[in-house]
């Protein structure tokens, strides 16, 4: 059976594959070279990956260089993600720019862990949409999963700190807060982020905090720009790369990781509740370079 990250992945594969396919088994030309380095390029790897794809190639050219563009590809990737290692208390803040998928990829986190046996909370700490709790309301139900929030106040710390008193007195092991949409560039709306993650830091010394910035993979390289900027006023522990599905520039993994030490822990896949996989180099490679694609189908 097809994974869901071979199939969301389809899009920057068929760029991807067909090019490689092209130069197989022949010695490289430089026109076939730089085909394949645009497509490359767009498909979001970054420049020094790109670069170090190509000497390998030509190092190995008319051999079989796919194996040996996978063994580098292998070895400059964040590792696989297991959920099930998570801490108890955890909490995982959500943060990223408007519209990256935050509010859904909580839910989809909810529904992760708590298909892991674990006591799972959501925290509706978005105070400036309109409708953002309405929305985590509807899909806490989706997640199965306890929601705390707080309509008459407009600071998201006091819906955290409700919320973490909330998740203390019921032990709860993983509480996810969803937060509101910011861009990098305002100040004070980042400063108010990382207000929050003092507030934990000083109330809530128990907790493990884990910031995840959510990216949409569609964003292109704009995304190393939100988490250079985000990791500035926070240490990020991860990246969640969300609608993997409806993009061909699926590789800002690579540069993600090289330039900036973030991983990408999790994919987001589709819209459903269950569109979300744990990051995994191996299967990820296999949607990338369609590799495996004849021994899956
Ligand atoms: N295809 C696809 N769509 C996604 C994915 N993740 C999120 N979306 C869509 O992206 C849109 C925005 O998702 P939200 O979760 O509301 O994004 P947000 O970051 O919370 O937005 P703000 O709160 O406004 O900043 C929705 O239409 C989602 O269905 C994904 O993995 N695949
Ligand atoms: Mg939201």
Known sequence: MLSKLFKALNQTRSSLAN???SIKGEPASSESLEMLEEQLLMADLGVDTVDEILDVIKRHSGQDFESKVREYLLSIMP?????TRVHSPTVIM??????????ITAAKLARVYKQLDQNVML??????????TEQLKIWSGRA????????RTLEPSAVLFDGLNAAK?????????????RLHTYKNLMLELEKMVRVIQT?????IIMNLLTIDASLGQNSLVQAKEFGSYMHLNGAVL???DGTARGGIVFPLYKQLQVPVLFIGVGEDIDDLEPFDPDEYLDGLLGVDEKSRA
């Open 144 to 151: 199965g999963t306890r929601l705390v929030c707080n309509e």
């Open 19 to 21: 090019t490689f396919r």
């Open 94 to 103: 959500m943060v990223g720019v408007n519209g990256a998928g935050k509010t």
């Open 169 to 181: 007195s019921s032990q709860t092991d993983v509480v996810i807060v969803d937060t509101a949409g």
């Open 123 to 132: 925290v509706a700490a978005d105070t400036y949409r309109a409708a953002a």
């Open 242 to 244: 969300t609608k993997l």
């Open 79 to 83: 590792e696989r993600y297991n959920p």
């Open 203 to 207: 109330h809530f010394p128990d907790f």
